[in-house]
């Protein structure tokens, strides 16, 4: 079967970093995304890679091991507004089918 | 201004009845899709598009049927509906269907069925 699995609940302190992980097993692979969901809100896209290593966007980082179907999220000067759920997508084939994992729900304290 | 464009907001419905929901999108985009995302569940793809064609469908029930009238609309009609329909239903859309592109996502609309 396919999966994306998060975990549900992270915390972190204001200032510092917060990494979000992931871990995939899929038929197929073409790219992973982060998407950022706030409560009643639309997910909104953060990062998409497809290949490994780590790509650098400032306040988020995305790290992907294609080997060993894991990815993270990393979130740097962490603020209160970073609070928010992040979602993991996997796209297994051509077209847009994207799977998703459950989200984790970020919460940054004081 | 948002580029992708969901109607209603929020809709209520009853068991049994039938709902439009209309996705129009701004961005010259190509490709189209439906997302449901129902309470502690993860987001689900349900149909994709590309100029007007239906590409891929998820979608076990046929009570669910995409309508694309122009490039840029892909609406879902939802027919018989039922208490377990229930769900934000979000709409995407990307340049092209197959290209290594994440899809950008509407505000969604918030389906509740009594």
């Known amino acids: 079967g396919q999966g994306v699995e998060q975990p549900a609940k992270l915390m972190s302190v204001e200032g510092t970093f917060a990494r979000v992980n992931c871990t995939y097993s899929?038929?197929?692979?073409?790219?992973l995304s982060w998407y950022q969901q706030r409560e009643g809100q639309a997910p909104v896209f953060l990062s998409y890679?497809?290949?490994?290593g780590l790509k650098d966007s400032g306040h988020f980082s995305t790290f992907l091991s294609r080997s060993n179907g894991y990815s993270y999220l990393l979130l740097t000067e962490l603020q209160i507004k970073d609070s928010a759920s992040y979602l993991c997508?996997?796209?297994?084939?051509?077209?847009?089918?994207?799977?998703f994992g459950q989200g984790t729900i970020l919460k940054v304290y004081l | 201004d948002p580029k992708i464009i969901q109607k209603p907001k929020y809709l209520v419905a009853v068991t049994g009845s039938e709902k439009i929901l209309i996705c129009e999108q701004y961005?010259?985009?190509?490709?189209m899709y439906w997302y449901r995302q129902s309470a502690k569940k993860p987001l689900e793809f349900m149909f994709s598009?590309?100029?007007?064609?239906?590409?891929d469908n998820q979608t076990a029930s046929s009570r669910f049927q995409p309508q694309s009238s122009k490039k840029n609309h892909l609406d879902l009609q939802i027919t018989a509906l039922k208490p377990d329909d229930s769900a934000t239903y979000f709409c995407?859309?990307?340049?092209?269907?197959?290209?290594?592109?994440?899809?950008?996502f509407g505000e969604g609309t918030r389906l509740s069925v009594l």
């Open positions: 995407a859309s990307s340049q092209e269907w197959d290209i290594n592109q994440a899809p950008l």
């Open positions: 899929t038929s197929g692979f073409n790219g």
């Open positions: 890679v497809v290949l490994d």
């Open positions: 997508a996997v796209r297994t084939s051509s077209g847009q089918k994207l799977v």
């Open positions: 961005l010259g985009h190509n490709a």
């Open positions: 598009y590309s100029y007007q064609k239906l590409m």
